[in-house]
């Protein structure tokens, strides 16, 4: 129970800002009087959307009579100014990158081809299991909490043809980062990685000539889009044990902090803190991912873009940094090119160096493949001329023909 939970007349009620209601929740008191509100004294369950709608009007938070409340509330890390979110630095690593890597890789494949068959699901009108992808997202949950940085390097592998389902997964393991940053519990993270998980799912319903288009979508199209917001809510209100965290943010994650956003315009404080932690991994897997109407920006110009929307207020600022400061500063499976001219994928990062992570040399100074060169940059400064030997660029992924897919194995079996 948090410090502004508080006990009245026997019943147990908790503080829950706006954009945390969920329906199923029981409202027994109010930030303000209720004679300044059209709501009943007495109390009143939340029955749909549009009742949250009503409160979020009149109030900032209200109390929940958690006896009451029909449905398990999403996390309760309520925001309430800079740093407010990070609770504990995150549990050291407690596995080594190539060994989680193998462990990592099915899960991946688990989660993948589970939401393939969701997809399948939802265009042939059948309601999906979210307990499904909690049992799924619980064992990426748990691969990241040992180590981030392998669940980190397969969220970097791009397949063109397959948009949806890889996002899904990229966005899930992102937010889950996040999640690990500012210090969440296991149950924490396995909501937040369902959230990320399913925010997406009403694209199934847009038209692939939409979805898919090579130029601008014209007004109508994007009209179209945006609606998958709401496609995404109607999915998952209709599913099978179902979970109200997942359709808020299915429903809000194209909501901004400034109320620029859509479908609702909700302001910052309406929004959930997993709804805020799925619009940065949203946003930062959509600008380094390579779509048929554009081509994926490197780790570098997406940690600057997304600073700028949290400057524009389009994305919580205090998450944004603790986001960027998970990531590092090359993040395990970016493609760098050295000092040297060679060409390299960043295995894991060094703590103490930064600047200086391991690498898996792939291409040598003329481009050509070179096979089993794995170099610590904490060790190697320079190279055997003396001239200092480090990375002075990224590459967007893709590039020089690269597709980590490649290497997995490899690398497994080098450390394994
Ligand atoms: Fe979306």
Redesign the pocket.
């Known amino acids: 129970m948090r410090d502004d939970s508080r006990k009245l007349d026997y019943i147990e009620q908790v503080k829950v800002p706006v954009g945390e209601l969920a329906i199923g929740m029981f409202v027994s008191a109010l930030d303000r009087p209720w004679e300044e509100t059209p709501f009943l004294f007495q109390g009143f369950e939340i029955k749909e959307e549009s009742d949250i709608d009503a409160i979020a009007q009149h109030c900032r938070y209200v109390y929940i009579d958690s006896q009451r409340t029909r449905v398990l509330r999403p996390s309760y890390g309520t925001p309430g100014g800079s740093g407010s979110y990070f609770r504990h630095p995150p549990a050291p690593r407690t596995t080594a990158f190539a060994k989680e890597l193998e462990v990592a890789v099915t899960a991946r494949a688990k989660t993948s081809s589970l939401i393939k068959s969701f997809m399948d699901d939802i265009k042939f009108g059948r309601s999906i299991d979210v307990q499904l992808a909690r049992s799924a997202v619980s064992e990426c949950v748990a691969s990241v909490t040992r180590n981030p940085e392998a669940m980190m390097f397969l969220a970097q592998i791009r397949h063109k043809d397959e948009y949806t389902s890889e996002h899904s997964f990229d966005v899930c393991v992102y937010a889950i980062v996040l999640g690990r940053q500012i210090g969440m519990q296991p149950n924490e993270l396995e909501n937040l990685g369902t959230c990320g998980l399913l925010?997406?799912m009403?694209?199934v319903s847009i038209p692939p000539e939409v979805l898919l288009k090579k130029g601008q979508l014209t007004d109508e199209e994007f009209a179209l889009m945006k609606k998958?917001?709401l496609f995404?809510r109607d999915i998952l209100m209709s599913s099978r044990n179902l979970f109200s965290g997942a359709v808020d943010v299915a429903y809000a994650?194209?909501e901004n902090m400034d109320g620029s956003g859509y479908p609702r315009g909700l302001q910052g404080h309406q929004l959930s803190q997993n709804t805020r932690i799925v619009a940065v991994a949203?946003r930062y897997d959509a600008i380094t991912s390579e779509r048929v109407y554009q081509k994926g920006r490197t780790h570098m110009e997406a940690i600057t873009l997304l600073n700028k929307a949290a400057s524009k207020q389009h994305l919580d600022n205090s998450l944004t940094v603790g986001f960027v400061s998970a990531l590092g500063v090359f993040p395990a499976g970016s493609i760098v090119e050295l000092t040297s001219g060679e060409i390299a994928i960043v295995l894991s990062q060094n703590p103490q160096h930064r600047l200086r992570p391991q690498i898996l040399v792939v291409r040598d100074s003329r481009q050509l493949p070179v096979t089993n060169r794995y170099v610590d940059l904490a060790e190697v400064e320079t190279d055997a001329d003396g001239t200092p030997y480090k990375i002075k660029a990224m590459h967007h992924a893709g590039s020089f023909g690269i597709h980590l897919t490649d290497f997995q194995q490899e690398i497994t079996k080098a450390f394994g």
């Open positions: 925010h997406d009403g694209k998958h917001t995404g994650h194209h949203d």
